[in-house]
């Protein structure tokens, strides 16, 4: 077997299951974080140096998720022996469970019956304790599967200022015993904020990855989902689910459009209209005004009213720029975030003109956030093009080019920059 191609579909495999793994060992591992992850981490080196030698297995989940059970078995037991009794049973329950599909119950609230694995991880990693970063970052890390230099580019920090995070949560969880549960009803309003921004940056991720060959990962797209509806399912009385699942239907009804066979980037105003997934704008619209009856009013309320104007315009030409322009302006005055601030200016271009644009971005130009963000300078360049100023335009795109990281956009970018340079030296 080649071991190059044995380890391109473990990194794939990691991606797509790393986090189901960890979710179910989390559970009979009794909450612990460290040994679930370093078992599944153990069971993936075995398959890298087992697998060239004795052929990849016909079921490759399968084997991992059982090799990661025994590995926690073997750690558990090694506790067992120096540490208190009831290690002894945590390996007991575990045997158990690598011996067929069944999975023993840990303890768990009431409300917390049926809701599958993933949930419970969520919820556990967003507990109270935790501050909100530290929640999402350890989310996406456990749950999904992301490394750490990706989630801090979503973060727009340092990757060793992210892992140091993830340290300290990981920690807090085992010190605090944080209990691997959905709470009761009475608690959720204090961790339910977190739990949608970690759905949310999730799905973000799989829409535009922030690194990487692809430009799409739709088994983020597709897992995100899934956990809204379960959120939507979970907490039907409230309009934050109803509005986060929205928009995040009525972006990904956009993904067939959102690049060519050939994997390349297309821009919303370019997009084919015809591959937008129509049923799931219905949906999406349906979802917005469920919560909107509920009284929702939050950011996801706003962002979905957003994309529904994008997705209900019959073209590129049609978008209601100007509503678009003034629901930024209400979404930006709730939330003080750049980057809202930056659509802001970009929407107000496009109702108003790019001088106006300009003239917005260039009062974003000190802010931190913005300094290492590429869609920044790219959303400047653009505009700067559209004004006849070349050169600057060009210098924009430069810098953009430096700080991508996502090898599609990347390839946008060159092809933006080249396409300057041949007018400037014509």
């Known amino acids: 077997m080649d071991k190059d191609n044995d380890k391109t579909q473990l990194s794939q495999l990691y991606r797509e299951h790393s986090g189901a793994i960890v979710a179910r060992l989390i559970r009979v591992c009794g909450g612990d974080f460290g040994l679930a992850e370093e078992a599944m981490q153990e069971a993936f080196s075995a398959a890298l140096s087992q697998w060239p030698v004795q052929g990849t297995p016909e079921h490759p989940r399968a084997w991992l998720a059982r090799a990661a059970q025994h590995k926690a078995i073997d750690r558990l037991r090694r506790q067992s022996r120096y540490e208190a009794p009831h290690h002894e049973h945590d390996a007991a329950d575990l045997a158990a469970a690598s011996s067929d599909d069944s999975v023993p119950e840990l303890r768990m609230s009431s409300f917390d019956a049926g809701v599958d694995d993933y949930l419970r991880l969520i919820f556990t990693c967003c ?10 970052a350890l989310t996406l890390r456990t749950l999904c599967g992301l490394t750490t230099e ?24 085992k010190v605090a015993k944080i209990p691997y549960e959905v709470p009761e009803r009475a608690q959720l309003a204090e961790r339910l904020d977190a739990v949608l921004s970690v759905v949310y940056l999730v799905f973000s991720e799989g829409y535009a990855a922030t690194g990487g060959d692809e430009l799409l990962r739709a088994e983020l797209c597709g897992e995100a989902l899934r956990l809204g509806r379960l959120l939507v399912r979970l907490l039907p009385e409230r309009g934050e689910p109803w509005t986060l699942l929205a928009l995040m239907l009525l972006h990904d009804s956009r993904r067939a459009a959102r690049q060519t066979e050939q994997g390349e980037l297309v821009l919303l105003e370019e997009q084919d209209r015809s591959l937008w997934n129509r049923e799931q704008i219905a949906e999406g619209v349906a979802c917005l005004e469920r919560g909107l009856t509920l009284g929702e009013s939050s950011p996801y309320a706003l962002q979905a009213a957003i994309a529904a104007l994008h997705a ?11 509503q678009i322009a003034a629901l930024y302006a209400s979404l930006a005055a709730r939330t003080h975030n750049a980057v809202v601030a930056l659509n802001h200016a970009v929407a107000v271009a496009m109702a108003e003109g790019p001088e106006r644009g300009l003239s917005m971005l260039d009062g974003l130009a000190a802010e931190p956030t913005l300094a290492s963000y590429h869609l920044f300078y790219a959303a400047r ?17 430069a810098t953009a080019l430096r700080l991508v990281g996502n090898e599609p ?3 946008y970018l060159e092809r933006r920059l080249s396409q300057l340079q041949g007018q400037l030296d014509a």
């Open 409 to 411: 956009e990347r390839r």
């Open 381 to 397: 360049a653009d505009l700067l093009r559209r004004c006849g100023r070349l050169r600057q335009a060009a210098d924009d795109y």
């Open 150 to 173: 990706e989630i801090a580019r979503a973060f727009l920090v340092e990757s060793s200022t992210l892992a140091q995070r993830l340290v300290r949560a990981k920690n807090k969880i």
């Open 127 to 136: 507990h109270p304790a935790l501050n909100t970063e530290a929640q999402v």
């Open 312 to 322: 209900q315009a019959g073209s590129a030409a049609e978008t209601d720029w100007a």
